[in-house]
């Protein structure tokens, strides 16, 4: 079992939960989909990088966030974050390029969506979440998830 060391403060905000005060990298299974803002790089090799300042709102629905590693419910900070990160990029069109029509749009948007919630449900695994709840959370981000990564090419 692997915990991340994942350093934030909360962001006061009505949005935004949670803000990074030290920068994160995490690899991810997105290669060849690079693309770089001012607080979040994705590299061609897939390195997800979040930088001082990036804000999220943690994992979402009927869920608690749990700031700090303990041996019964894991850490869901890493993954919240590195999911929120991709799923912003997914609703932001930063992956995928504009020009392609709908129905190959869609095919990469599915796909990519699939990559981020798999390595959701890894980071969980990694950072000690029990499994019924990495397995509830996992669900919920497959099941009801689409929306929020949706853009708004295909709403």
Avoid at 88 to 115: C, D, H, V
Avoid at 130 to 136: A, E, I, M, S
């Amino acid at each position: 079992m692997i915990h991340r060391n994942i350093h934030f403060k909360s962001a006061h905000g009505l949005i935004y939960k949670y803000e990074l005060i030290a920068k994160v990298e995490t690899q991810t299974d997105i290669i060849g989909r690079g693309f770089e803002k001012p607080y979040i790089h994705l590299n061609d090799h897939g390195l997800l990088t979040q930088f001082p300042g990036y804000r999220w709102d943690g994992c979402s629905g009927p869920t608690i966030d749990t700031e700090k590693w303990n041996w019964f419910h894991g850490s869901t900070m890493h993954a919240g974050c590195a999911h929120d990160g991709l799923y912003q990029a997914l609703r932001e069109s930063w992956m995928i390029p504009q020009r392609l029509m709908i129905e190959p749009y869609y095919r990469r948007f599915r796909e990519l969506r699939e990559k981020s919630d798999d390595l959701f449900g890894k980071l969980l695994k990694a950072d000690g979440v029990w499994y019924p709840r990495r397995k509830l959370y996992h669900s919920g981000v497959r099941l009801f998830g689409e929306s929020s990564a949706l853009p708004e090419k295909l709403k």
